[in-house]
Structure formats: C-alpha cells, structure tokens
Nanobody
Framework: QVQLVESGGGLVQAGGSLRLSCAAS????????MGWFRQAPGKEREFVAA????????SYADSVKGRFTLSRDNARDTVYLQMNSLRPEDTAVYYC?????????????????WGQGTQVTVSS
C-alpha cells in the first residue's frame, strides 16, 4: 500500500511562487508514476503534472507549462512541484497521486493512490 504525504501549500500573491512536496512510502516497483492533480471550487479535478519514474519523463498540463516544474528526489522517494508566476486561477486543492504504471497517465481514474490534498490560494 502506497502512502503519500503532501506539504507546502499556502497563500501567495499573484506572480509569486510556492513549492509543493509529496513523499511516498510503501512503493514496491520502479514502474511507477507520481504526479499532481488540482480541484478548484465548483470545478472538476484536473491534471497538473506527472513523472514516469523509471524513465524520468515528465508531462504537464498546457495551463501550467512553462510556469510549473516537477522534479524528484530518488533517495527520498519524493516529488516536488515548483510553481512560479502563480495566477489566481491556480487557486485549488492540490492532490499528490501515484500509480503502478510505466508511463504516467493524465486521467484521474488511472491513479490508485491519492494524498490528502493541500490548499494553494493565489490572491490578485
């Protein structure tokens, strides 16, 4: 059973930066993907970014490409989401996700493990 623990959310002004962290435990395979989804009030959950762990390939939603960067620490089994040039529309609860797949999917129903969520609020 994989457990995910998120940290790093908060309140920031538009144009500012935040870094989210997600530490995983209990992983049993290198064919593994981790990433982030977000959900704003009244909106559907949406893909943000993900990494295919064993091959190190990342993918991003178009809405965050060029502003957000996903990285990993192999030794700590942790992923980081560096969020720069934040906008009010980035305000949401951000969820760390994981699944045993070689290639990181972009659909929420293809992820088996979810963190508890962390709030990111961007003020205008």
């Amino acid at each position: 059973q994989v457990q995910l623990v998120e940290s790093g959310g908060g309140l920031v002004q538009a144009g500012g930066s935040l870094r989210l962290s997600c530490a995983a435990s209990g992983r049993t395979s290198r064919d593994y993907a981790m990433g982030w989804f977000r959900q704003a009030p009244g909106k559907e959950r949406e893909f943000v970014a993900a990494i295919s762990w064993s091959i190190g390939v990342t993918s991003y939603a178009d809405s965050v490409k060029g502003r957000f960067t996903l990285s990993r620490d192999n030794a700590r089994d942790t992923v980081y989401l560096q969020m720069n040039s934040l906008r009010p529309e980035d305000t949401a609860v951000y969820y760390c996700v994981a699944t045993y797949r070689l290639i990181a999917p972009r659909k929420s129903n293809e992820y088996d493990y979810w963190g508890q969520g962390t709030q990111v609020t961007v003020s205008s």
